[in-house]
């Protein structure tokens, strides 16, 4: 029961913020600190970079600043990437709630067939996945 919660709330929080505690005892409190500092500075760097080049061209979405810096097959490679990490992401829940909720379910009110991984990973995709994906 406790991997169970354990899956569920690593899922909300985020595998980064949970493997923190790892990284510093592996790298060392100091130096993991720094690693982390100047990590949090480049990436807001990167961001910055982006943001100002996006004003420059006057360009609204990262879609179309692809496009200004690759050409055609720069906003489709990104439409491409961004749909793949999307999708990789909805599989990956769904994997986690097909393996933590029927789990949590039987311990909770007991066995039944409603509860199985096949019937609560296809009523999770059909009535919360599915709605959500055909949002315009």
Known sequence: MFGAYFNFVNS????????????????????????????????????????DTAKKVKKHSYEELCQEAFGPAGFYICNLLVGVFASGCMVAYIIMVGDTVPYVLVSTFGES???????????????????????K
Not at 119 to 132: Q, R
């Open 12 to 51: 909300l929080i985020g595998a980064g913020i949970l493997g923190m505690p790892i990284v510093l005892r592996d790298a060392g409190f100091l130096l993991g600190c720094i690693l982390l500092c100047l990590s949090g500075v480049v990436i807001d760097h990167g961001v910055v970079l982006i943001v």
């Open 113 to 135: 067939q409603w509860f199985s991984r096949t019937f609560i990973v296809l009523a999770v995709s059909t009535v919360l996945i599915l709605p959500l994906s055909l949002l």
